[in-house]
């Protein structure tokens, strides 16, 4: 019920909160701020009156015109309350994807069972659950599936004939156990199989045909880390695609590596992986120095020379060619001494005529200069 009489100077009404402002009122002041009411006057606490104390203005959250929200948003807890604050009961949406999911193996047993020896719980199915959910899928639990081929060509049947996507955890390696990507391949097309990242290697993208209807399929890891980590990389970006969402960036953290050491086996993976994430922005500042730079006919191509005479170290080069000229050296050092260190010298050659050196420093990584 607004108040929408006029009020003189030094006057002043009693108001709830989020109600509308008179229009000759140009401050709110709390109740709590105020020092005594009467039913003749009431006594303010020293500065507590400002012009536009307390105040939102119209439009101050969303202006007439402007765009509330934009196609493929993604329809989340505030999304769907500011469309409802506009007064928009329905909309026209995708609708909400169909998963299928299950795990692989003889050693998964079910919850709730006592353990038992040379078994696992099934902890990917819960996992896969839980990351559908928050995406808003919906979600077809189909349980553990043994190493057996009829056991999974029965169960890749049954999720691709009720959901559009089809998620399996386990049996993507080529060992003799492993029979998920064999039935994937005798029902459907199998894009690729393998990738060259870790964790996450083992990972299966394709489609399969149940009768009339096709799904998509996702062959995940049975490793549990290594499965969150392919969910988030190449599943979740897909789904949300497939979905009509047009962007929905992971959130980054940065993380201290001050207290991890990598074991000597995995360095030379991570050396390549660490120096290989910085090809673009070194190809960026070739762009701007070199104007008749054509990334299409670069040739580009890294190799791990040897391991650092340190013995806790492996050191990289990189050399990119273009028309024959050899314009790009890079070389750099990985350890895995207590701290992370990760000291890079780069070397320009060829780019506008100048040779520069400098050290490049990657947020998250503690640096020891060499």
């Given amino acids: 019920h607004p108040f929408l009489a006029p009020i003189a100077a030094g006057q002043c009404i009693r108001i709830m909160t989020g109600a509308v402002i008179p229009p000759d009122c140009d401050c709110v002041i709390p109740h709590e701020k105020v020092a005594s009411i009467s039913t003749s006057e009431i006594v303010l606490a020293a500065g507590s009156v400002k012009s536009g104390a307390n105040c939102r203005r119209r439009g101050e959250d969303l202006a007439q015109g402007e765009l509330a929200m934009s196609d493929g948003t993604l329809l989340q807890a505030a999304q769907i309350g500011m469309l409802a604050s506009l007064g928009i009961a329905e909309i026209e949406v995708y609708r909400r994807l169909k998963v299928a999911f299950f795990s692989t193996g003889d050693e998964l047993q079910a919850l709730g069972n006592a353990p038992a020896a040379g078994m696992l719980y099934d902890s990917n199915r819960y996992s896969m659950q839980a990351l559908l959910t928050r995406l808003g899928c919906e979600t077809v639990d189909l349980g553990i599936v043994q190493d057996q081929p009829d056991a999974i060509r029965a169960a890749l049947l049954q999720a691709a004939k009720e959901a559009d996507v089809v998620l399996t955890s386990g049996g993507m390696a080529g060992g003799d156990a492993d029979f998920t990507r064999r039935m994937m391949q005798e029902l459907g097309d199998v894009h690729f199989w393998q990738l060259l990242m870790r964790p996450g290697r083992p990972f299966a993208f394709g489609h399969l045909q149940s009768g009339a209807k096709q799904a998509t399929l996702f062959g995940l890891p049975g490793n549990p880390v290594a499965l969150m980590i392919s969910f988030y990389m190449l599943v979740r970006p897909a789904l949300l695609r497939m979905m009509g969402v047009r962007a929905a960036p992971l959130p980054q953290l940065l993380v201290s590596m001050d207290a991890y050491a990598i074991p000597n086996e ?77 000291f890079v010298n780069t070397q320009f050659s060829f780019v506008a005529g100048r040779r520069d050196m400098f050290s490049e420093v990657l947020a998250g990584f503690a640096i020891t200069l060499p």
Avoid at 276 to 297: L, M, P, T, V, W
Avoid at 307 to 323: K, L, N
């Fill in 266 to 342: 995995k360095l030379e993976e991570v050396a390549k992986q660490v120096l290989a994430s910085r090809k673009q922005a070194h190809i960026d500042a070739i762009k701007q120095a070199q104007a008749d730079f054509n990334e299409a006919d670069m040739e580009y191509r890294y190799e791990v020379v040897k391991p650092h005479s340190s013995g806790h170290a492996f050191e990289v080069s990189y050399e990119g060619t273009q028309r024959g000229k050899t314009f790009f050296g890079y070389v750099g050092y990985v350890s895995n001494r207590k701290i992370f260190n990760l």
